[in-house]
């Protein structure tokens, strides 16, 4: 669910450039459509595109920070969990040894 949760965040920081890229020159006539089509993007568009990949490495690295730390935080819970158990069983034991040690 994460998985496709990034990818659509991706895609619409990749269409919001793209948008923010129309603003910024006239669309080509049929006339030099072939040579703009073959034109490297603009330096503020490459600037751009820079930061905002730089931001969505920075933000995978936040969010495999924050899955790790949550895969453990979950197995030391269930370490937990399991000697919560044994204590439980031990305590079981115990009672089940000495009469009248379970009631007041």
């Known amino acids: 669910m994460r998985g496709w949760q990034?990818?659509?965040?991706?895609?619409l920081q990749w269409s919001s450039l793209a948008w923010a890229g129309h603003g910024q020159q006239p669309l080509p006539s049929a006339n030099n459509h072939a040579a703009a089509s073959t034109q490297a993007p603009s330096a503020k568009v490459e600037r751009q595109l820079s930061k905002r990949e730089a931001e969505v490495r920075r933000l995978r690295k936040t969010v495999d920070k924050q899955e790790s730390?949550?895969?453990?935080?979950s197995e030391r819970l269930r370490q937990q969990d399991r000697a919560i158990i044994e204590l439980r069983r031990q305590l079981q034991a115990i009672q089940a040894t000495k009469p009248g040690a379970g009631s007041p």
């Open 69 to 73: 730390d949550s895969r453990k935080a």
């Open 6 to 11: 990034w990818a659509g965040w991706v895609c």
